[in-house]
């Protein structure tokens, strides 16, 4: 088996609202290999965002402790972070977050831009990725002028420009139709299996949940159930690789 | 990030709202105007009054005077009797800060053209201070013999003119000056007035005739007959020297007036001088001089003393004045403040998205702190822009009044410079809270869909 790349330990996540204290996270044991496509699952409020967003540095653990490419991000402050997801993480949002005054590609190289990376490398290195996504021909197209599968394929191009080990992503198929639900997750799997990267993906959907190598099952804050599948569901679309690179139209 | 890349997101943020940011620039370039023609009235105002004075005075002479010789024989008899003569000079251009010291000579004349005559005040002066006066001349050269008494005449004279039979005054009377050239016609310069009027009479009591000596004008000063340009405009200068032997070759043996005289009304040998002028380096330096001098025993006077007062009051006034203009830069910088802050509430959400995306939070605080100071500069250059236009007009205005002043506005260069590092430091500085505010924003605030 792979090397481990997230390692969370006896995770806490402990909410006090005053009279009530609300166990997000009720110790968590968690192990993901590198190239895994994990997808945690569970119903509404089982504490997977909570999870996730823990994983990613983004909150404080209340207890116990994250490695993350061999970085203890619990220990680390602020700015430390901030380094730290620059060089290592890429995010993947429900509701794409893409800065609406930008063009497809200012969005995928914004990443770039905040490690300092020259203006002209930043203009190849983020086409590229919108090519890779198929966007070769939206580049210049702002937000407001993307469909919501095309959106949210910026959004992954932009997790993907930094190179990062780790992916996260919080309900990257939220928004999504069933359709381009599964050119996401698709394009999801292709970067597990041909680039080596890992992804931690959160969902309520166990449809979605059985495209993944590594099921991690969350009820209460625990988790109760770990599946890894030698051979996960192929999410088959209409685009393969090939299409994709020469100027994807879906 | 690299500096360019946070301009440019600062200045994009910027532009994507655009009504607020030109209403928050505007209020920075009220608040511009408002210093910059401020405190430019206070610089212009005393400018200008100083240009005005030093036409009438020499801001950096001070006059030594000769103690009043009524006073010195009875009251003050212990006191050491202070004259002023060449020791005196010598001693005054060895104190500090003094650059020349310039004796002069004063007394009355008269001037005889057929049976019109003519009082005025002659003045012996050396050549260096009538060097440094810069008189205007409209016709003729200075005066510079040391020998020969020649004459610059200043050019409100001629219209003193009047006949010695009527008394009439032809410029006054009939608004035309009495047609003579002084430079070319013959006309009579008299020093001993009391021999023309048969009042003098030699030791024997013989009457003395007055000498008439023929005018030796050799220049004009420029100006109308009623154009009071400095205090010469009446009078006539000529070289020190050459009045002083004038002098004692018409008073032999008597008393000059306006020179001392010894306990029993006799004159002494030596010349004395009415005043010394001594000129000091720097205008701030007169009063220094001025007390040294008197520590000597010299009555002196300088005419820069009370301008002086006058300056440190206008001094005050500038602060006030920019005191309020700051008021408005103030406001100004309430302004941005609010304005970043309500950015900084809108854009919580790509505040968090940035931040997850790794960016910074020393680079998040530096792109609100340029979108202030881009604010406050852009305000600055916009409101010293029309600052300029502001101060053009106000001074267009009173020299088309009858203030007195040609200007009362000056913007000089450090001023520009000034407004707009402080505008710019304003903006920063208001904009600093909201950016700490912003750089300590959850990221967490991006994957909170609401
Ligand atoms: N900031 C917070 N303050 C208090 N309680 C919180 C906070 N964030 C989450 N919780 C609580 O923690 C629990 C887990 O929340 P979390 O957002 O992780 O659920 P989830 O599994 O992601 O649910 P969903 O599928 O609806 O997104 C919930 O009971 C929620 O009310
Ligand atoms: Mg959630």
Same mark, same amino acid.
């Given at each position: ?10 995770? @806490?996540?402990? @909410? ?18 590198? &190239? ?13 965002? +909570? ?19 061999? &970085? ?23 509701? @794409? ?5 930008? +063009? ?8 770039? +831009?905040?490690? &300092? ?63 381009? +639900? ?28 059985? @495209? ?39 | ?7 440019? %997101? ?187 009027? /048969? ?86 330096? *007169? ?9 000597? /025993? ?43 802050? %309500? ?9 968090? *998205? ?25 305000? /600055? ?47 920063? %500085? ?21």
């Amino acid at each position: 088996m792979a090397e481990s790349v997230i390692v969370a330990k006896n995770l @806490y996540k402990i @909410y006090d609202l005053g009279e009530t204290k609300v166990r997000a996270l009720n110790g968590v044991d968690l192990d993901v290999p590198q &190239g895994c496509l994990c997808a945690i699952f569970g119903t509404s409020g089982s504490g997977k965002s +909570t999870l996730l967003n823990m994983l990613a540095g983004l909150e404080k653990p209340t207890k116990g402790n994250v490695t993350i490419a061999k &970085g203890r991000i619990d220990q680390m402050n602020e700015s430390q972070l901030a380094v730290f997801r620059q060089k290592h993480i890429g995010f993947i949002f429900q509701s @794409y977050n893409l800065m609406q005054n930008m +063009t497809a590609l200012e969005n995928v190289a914004l990443p770039l +831009t905040f490690q &300092g990376v020259p203006k002209e490398e930043r203009k190849i290195r983020a086409a590229k990725m919108l090519k890779m996504v198929g966007l070769g021909k939206h580049m210049e197209h702002r937000p407001g002028q993307l469909s919501g599968g095309q959106q949210q394929r910026v959004g992954i191009a932009r997790a993907l420009v930094v190179k990062p080990e780790i992916i996260f992503a919080d309900e990257p198929t939220g928004n999504l139709d069933s359709a381009t +639900t599964l050119e996401v997750m698709a394009m999801m799997q292709k970067l597990t299996r041909e680039k080596g990267q890992t992804i931690v993906m959160v969902t309520h959907d166990n449809s979605i949940a059985s @495209y993944a190598d590594m099921i991690v099952k969350l009820i209460d804050g625990k988790i109760v159930s770990t599946e890894y599948r030698a051979v996960p569901v192929q999410a088959q679309t209409v685009i393969d690789s090939e299409t994709a690179d020469s100027e994807g139209k879906i | 990030m690299r500096l360019g890349d946070l301009f440019r %997101m600062s200045i994009s943020s910027l532009f994507k709202r655009k009504v607020r940011t030109i209403l928050t620039i505007l209020g920075v370039v009220i608040g511009t105007i408002s210093i910059v023609v401020m405190v430019s009235l206070g610089i212009g105002l005393k400018s200008a009054m100083l240009d005005e004075m030093s036409t009438f005075a020499d801001l950096t002479k001070v006059q030594v005077q000769q103690n009043s010789f009524w006073g010195d024989s009875s009251s003050d008899k212990d006191k050491e009797e202070k004259r002023l003569d060449d020791a005196l000079v010598e001693e005054l251009s060895h104190l500090e800060h003094v650059e020349q010291v310039c004796p002069t000579v004063q007394t009355s004349a008269l001037l005889k053209f057929g049976k019109y005559i003519c009082y005025m005040d002659l003045t012996g002066m050396t050549n260096e201070e009538i060097a440094r006066k810069n008189f205007e001349l409209s016709r003729g050269t200075l005066p510079n013999s040391r020998d020969e008494l020649q004459i610059l005449m200043g050019n409100m004279v001629l219209a003193q003119f009047y006949s010695e039979k009527d008394y009439s005054m032809p410029y006054y009377e009939k608004g035309e000056a009495l047609d003579v050239d002084l430079m070319q016609d013959s006309v009579y310069l008299i020093l001993d007035q009391d021999a023309y009027y /048969g009042y003098a009479t030699n030791p024997d009591g013989s009457t003395i005739h007055a000498k008439k000596y023929p005018l030796n004008c050799v220049g004009m000063m420029a100006g109308g007959l009623d154009e009071f340009k400095n205090e010469y405009s009446w009078q006539a200068i000529c070289n020190i020297d050459a009045l002083k032997s004038a002098l004692q070759k018409v008073y032999k043996g008597r008393v000059i007036p306006g020179q001392p005289v010894d306990k029993k009304g006799k004159p002494y040998k030596e010349f004395f001088y009415n005043n010394i002028n001594v000129y000091v380096d720097d205008m701030n330096n *007169v009063s220094e001089v001025q007390t040294v001098i008197q520590n000597m /025993g010299y009555q002196c006077y300088a005419e820069g003393e009370w301008i002086q007062s006058s300056l440190r009051e206008l001094n005050l006034i500038e602060v006030v004045l920019g005191g309020i203009g700051a008021v408005s830069l103030i406001v100004a910088a309430i302004g941005i403040a609010n304005t970043m802050m %309500m950015s900084i509430y809108e854009r919580t959400k790509e505040i968090g *998205v940035m931040k997850v995306l790794g960016c910074r939070i020393r680079d998040i605080q530096m792109m609100f702190l340029l979108e202030a100071g881009l604010i406050g500069f852009f305000g /600055g250059v916009v409101g010293l822009g029309i600052s300029y236009g502001a101060s053009k007009l106000i001074n267009t205005l009173v020299a088309g009044s009858d203030m007195g002043y040609s200007y009362i506005s000056v913007i000089p260069f450090w001023l520009t410079l000034a407004g707009l590092v402080f505008s710019t430091l304003i903006g920063m %500085m208001a904009g600093f809270f909201p950016s700490r505010r912003a750089m300590k924003l959850s990221p967490l605030a991006a994957i909170r869909n609401e």
